[in-house]
């Protein structure tokens, strides 16, 4: 059974590009979380969803930032217009049932913002 | 709001030494706790996990006990190998402020570096 998957692992942005990262769970489970890690820095929580549905993006930046999980392909996260402050590695965990079972990490994507 | 606060490194030893890596945590509820390590370049791998009080979670002879009154979560081992140098994540998981959701809250990391 392949891990979290995460592509691609490292993504060079200009300032004003758009970052496209992407988060393909564990097969079987349908519920993923993205969390950032900023230099010096703990992860952070950023968004919980499950298959079509956000359930919780209290963590997420209010402007400039969008995820999606859809019915069938990875759980994308978008940062349009990207800053130099978005620099940071962006991990997902996925599981099968949250509170249950563990969650699972991927590799994570080190976005560096020029 | 939940937070955990873990000793800042890096800690540096020796192979066979002693290891502690204090976490201390504040939470709204009653939380689980986990520690989760990362070798480089991988993703966080979950090593152990305690969720009540007095519960000690243990792993690859890693091990914490889940201190209720003094709201900690050390991490020790008795004789530490250099494939043991990592960076050491303690977390929590609060029903009681993140809903169904369990997300985690971690503290910032703890870098180990163990010599031959």
């Known amino acids: 059974n392949a891990g979290v998957m995460q592509n691609p692992r490292h993504l060079v942005r200009r300032r004003g590009q758009e970052a496209r990262l992407r988060c393909s769970p564990m097969?079987?489970?349908?519920?993923v979380y993205w969390y950032r890690q900023l230099p010096e820095e703990g992860l952070k929580f950023m968004v919980y969803?499950?298959?079509?549905?956000?359930?919780?993006e209290s963590g997420m930046p209010k402007e400039r930032f969008s995820a999606e999980f859809p019915k069938e392909g990875p759980s994308i996260l978008r940062i349009q217009q990207v800053v130099r402050g978005d620099s940071a590695a962006y991990f997902c965990?996925?599981?099968?049932?949250?509170?249950?079972?563990?969650?699972?990490f991927g590799p994570g994507t080190r976005l560096t913002v020029t | 709001g939940d937070s955990v606060t873990q000793m800042e490194g890096p800690v540096t030893l020796s192979e066979e030494a002693f290891l502690t890596i204090n976490c201390t945590y504040t939470?709204?509820?009653?939380?689980?706790l986990f520690w989760y390590v990362q070798y480089p370049g991988e993703g966080l791998q979950l090593l152990l996990k305690?969720?009540?009080?007095?519960d000690k979670g243990s792993n690859k002879g890693f091990e914490a006990t889940y201190r209720k009154e003094t709201t900690s979560f050390h991490l020790e081992k008795g004789s530490v190998q250099v494939s043991d140098s990592a960076v050491y994540f303690c977390?929590?998981?609060?029903?009681?402020?993140?809903?169904?959701?369990?997300?985690?809250?971690f503290g910032k990391g703890t870098l180990l570096t163990v010599n031959p």
């Open positions: 969803l499950q298959k079509e549905n956000i359930i919780d």
């Open positions: 977390a929590l998981s609060d029903p009681a402020s993140g809903g169904s959701n369990y997300k985690l809250t």
């Open positions: 097969k079987g489970h349908s519920h």
């Open positions: 965990a996925s599981t099968y049932h949250p509170g249950l079972s563990e969650q699972y």
């Open positions: 305690a969720t009540k009080a007095d």
């Open positions: 939470a709204t509820g009653y939380p689980s």
